[in-house]
């Protein structure tokens, strides 16, 4: 049981670290992107596809983080000034 954890951890931070490798790319290139990515027809499309879900997963996660320590701080506050 651990050992799967340790590995799903492991493959997280690997998609992770590989979605934060993006190359510049210019205009036209990025349009292109786009038309493939719309149609479904990008080389290896699913693992792409895998990749912006971990990564929109991971930003979900981080906004989650930041708005739970928001209404942490909101709630010491309220505390300490006895409301």
Known sequence: MRI???FVVAMLS???LATGCAK?????????ESTKDALDVREHEKLKDAG?????AVSDAAQGVKDASS???ESVKD?????
Do not use: F
């Not at 510049?24 to 292109?32: D, N, Q």
């Not at 912006?52 to 929109?56: L, S």
């Not at 505390?79 to 409301?83: E, K, L, Q, S, V």
């Open 14 to 16: 690997s998609a992770v």
């Open 79 to 83: 505390a300490a000034n006895g409301d």
């Open 24 to 32: 510049k790319e210019s205009a036209a290139e990025k349009a292109v």
């Open 71 to 73: 209404d942490a701080v």
């Open 52 to 56: 912006e879900d971990v990564k929109d």
């Open 4 to 6: 799967s954890r340790m």
